[in-house]
């Protein structure tokens, strides 16, 4: 809170106290280890949301959300992180012992778990585990000898464009499993180190003509991992509204993620049970205050179609530099926008969006296509 906050709730005539004087400010040792334990606990929530697995701890995290018997034992955590991020390492058959150097060590995971679970208070463990946490050897080798289940989760990575157009759009990327998050992100990424783009984030808006060649090679690595991705849009004129650009998107958000998931479901693409996050760009025009609102909305509505079966967990705004998939999901809605608006003369724009939407065959002039594992979709209201 500012100093003006603080007066405005003190009431008038308030006098503002220097902060090293107020019991409990930042200046005190211990609020500071709160407010530290508080931004790496909002960085860690980001980091997930964002499809950035950068961090050995952002790594454990997502053991953690998506294998739940992960909580409980140390050795599923261990295995199901080899098996995710140390494939070229870990045999379940039989790990050779020069690839034991190689692995992440089990302590190290372990910290990495415990500061997770006891001080963020996040992926925590059953009560009864919590309590004999040291007494877990039958519990540990029945995780060894079974195959711990993931969560069943659907990702979507969404952005906005066309607020000052005829039509405004949300674009957005669907991820099917929690893998396929890790796997495209990482093949985004590696595929940028050693291009045009290893220092420059992917932005329609931003792109130049000099841009085409490697915008080709980038939408070939989308192709070659894009398996468990859907892309969706949605549209509506502008001239047809009669509520502000700010309720507009939000609602436009509210009825992609509706009416995608309708699809998915019907089209046999995603089963149920499936939890499902949304990740925004926090640059966009929606507030915690809307993003609250489409929460319980969305929440209602999933409710009301499938009760307990088709889970809201969360809708987070991040910065999309270290989202390679809020990245793409700004490719994909400039690309359309670029086609439904443009009205001027065709430049090198035109080129780049016409091959982000051949390439990934977004299909604009229906509204709906048959689903099939390359399936996209557009809404238009």
Not at 44 to 72: C, E, H, K
Not at 271 to 277: D, F, I
Request: proline residues 3%; negative net charge; aromatic residues 6%.
């Amino acid at each position: 809170m500012s100093t003006s906050d603080e007066l405005l709730a003190l009431g008038e005539g308030a006098v503002a106290v220097p902060a090293e004087n107020v019991p409990g400010s930042v200046e005190d040792p211990a609020e500071k280890k709160v407010q530290r334990l508080r931004k790496e606990k909002c960085d860690l929530i980001d980091s997930l949301a964002s499809g950035d697995f950068s961090t050995q701890r952002a790594r454990v995290a997502y053991i953690l959300n998506m294998f739940p018997a992960a909580r409980n034992s140390d050795v599923t955590l261990a295995l199901k992180y080899w098996e995710e991020f140390q494939p070229a390492f870990f045999n379940p058959h039989g790990i050779k012992p020069e690839h034991l150097f190689e692995l992440e060590h089990v302590p190290l995971l372990v910290r990495a778990r415990a500061k997770i679970q006891n001080e963020f208070e996040l992926f925590q463990a059953d009560v009864k585990v919590r309590r004999r946490r040291r007494g877990l050897e039958g519990e540990m080798r029945d995780a060894v000898l079974e195959d711990a289940a993931p969560r069943q989760t659907l990702q979507v990575f969404a952005d906005e464009t066309g607020k000052t157009e005829a039509h405004v759009i949300v674009g957005a990327v669907w991820v099917l499993n929690g893998r396929a998050v890790f796997d495209v992100s990482q093949a985004i990424n590696t595929w940028k180190t050693g291009s045009t783009f290893a220092k420059r984030e992917m932005h329609f808006a931003r792109f130049g003509k000099g841009d085409i060649a490697a915008i080709a090679d980038y939408l070939d690595v989308i192709n070659a991992n894009r398996e468990f991705l859907s892309f969706k849009l949605i549209a509506v004129r502008r001239d047809n509204l009669k509520r502000s650009i700010e309720d507009t998107v939000q609602r436009l958000h509210e009825f992609m993620l509706l009416k995608g998931l309708e699809h998915e479901v019907h089209s046999g693409r995603v089963g149920l049970p499936r939890y499902v996050t949304v990740t925004l760009d926090e640059e966009q025009s929606l507030d915690q205050i809307a993003i609250e609102g489409m929460k319980q909305r969305i929440h209602d509505g999933l409710q009301n179609r499938h009760g307990n079966e088709l889970i809201l967990e969360s809708i987070i705004a991040v910065s999309s530099k270290n989202s390679a998939l809020v990245q793409l999901a700004d490719v994909v809605a400039g690309s359309v926008n670029r086609r439904l608006n443009f009205a001027g003369t065709r430049n090198h724009k035109d080129e780049i969006a016409d091959l982000v939407i051949e390439r990934l065959s977004i299909e604009l002039d229906s509204d709906e296509r048959d689903a099939d594992l390359d399936a996209t979709v557009m809404f238009r209201i």
